[in-house]
């Protein structure tokens, strides 16, 4: 069919660019922050870019295919140490030959200088194709930790949710609290609005769970304080929160006093 046509012809291209990098060392100048083998890429610009354009589904399928480019490349870089390590044997055992047979031996001097000249460019040559490599690795690299950290930012609602069902209120206040970064980071997206919008009506259930226990004689100390400490972490009024917990305290030390 025409679209697997032109995704099989997507993927030879990007076959031809890469092994091309390998022996044609010029980089593309032209290209903003978010053309990946441009040299002014930006990881965040990018991954804006698709927050803004694709999906939840369309991301996780793009963080996949990057690890799967990574291990493609150093897989590349691998053959091309190994492609040319019969070069660098061959050339140490010339450069042997011919300190045995120096003397007298101009057409031998020549040919060593040639060969020394040879190991040089190619010594270049490999050097400059590795770190190109290492710096598309590192770009690759930091895109996928970026998309690992937002595809679980939009499992949050779902974390929350589980966590609040299961009583494990400090699980729930740790997964907002470090996920709180990021949404404030990218609030302006419409994708993580909704996360933020279904995140905060979860809280709401949360916070009022913690004000009903922090309110009852009958909740035990730990308990109160966890209540207390976990209100203040989720921004609740630090006098109203202290003034609950000092009044069930002194009024439980009041019926022990008076029993």
Not at 9 to 23: A, C, I, K, M, P
Not at 187 to 214: D, N, Y
Not at 218 to 227: R, S
Request: aromatic share 6%; hydrophobic share 40%; charged share 25%.
């Amino acid at each position: 069919s025409a679209p697997m046509a032109g995704a099989a012809e997507q993927h030879r291209l990007r076959v031809r660019q890469r092994f091309s990098g390998f022996y044609d060392l010029s980089v593309h100048q032209s290209g903003g922050a978010t053309d990946i083998d441009g040299a002014h890429f930006e990881a965040e610009a990018y991954v804006g870019q698709m927050l803004k354009h694709k999906g939840l589904t369309e991301l996780v399928a793009k963080s996949n295919e990057l690890s799967g480019e990574i291990k493609e490349l150093d897989s590349d870089m691998q053959m091309l140490v190994y492609e040319n390590y019969n070069k660098f044997i061959i050339a140490t055992d010339t450069i042997q030959l011919m300190k045995d047979k120096v003397e007298g031996l101009g057409p031998e001097l020549s040919r060593l200088a040639a060969s020394v000249h040879d190991i040089t460019t190619t010594s270049s040559n490999i050097n400059s194709n590795l770190a190109d490599r290492r710096v598309r690795i590192q770009k690759l690299n930091g895109v996928r930790r970026l998309l690992k950290k937002l595809s679980i930012i939009f499992e949050l609602p779902t974390r929350l949710n589980r966590a609040v069902e299961l009583d494990a209120c400090a699980e729930a206040v740790k997964y907002w609290t470090s996920s709180l970064p990021v949404i404030k980071a990218y609030g302006h997206v419409p994708a993580f609005q909704a996360v933020s919008q279904e995140s905060e009506s979860i809280l709401s259930k949360l916070r009022q769970k913690l004000r009903s226990r922090l309110a009852s004689h009958d909740t035990p100390p730990d308990d109160l304080h966890e209540a207390a400490a976990l209100l203040l972490q989720l921004g609740g009024d630090v006098a109203e929160i202290r003034g609950k917990y000092t009044e069930i305290r002194r009024s439980r030390l009041e019926t022990i006093a008076a029993s």
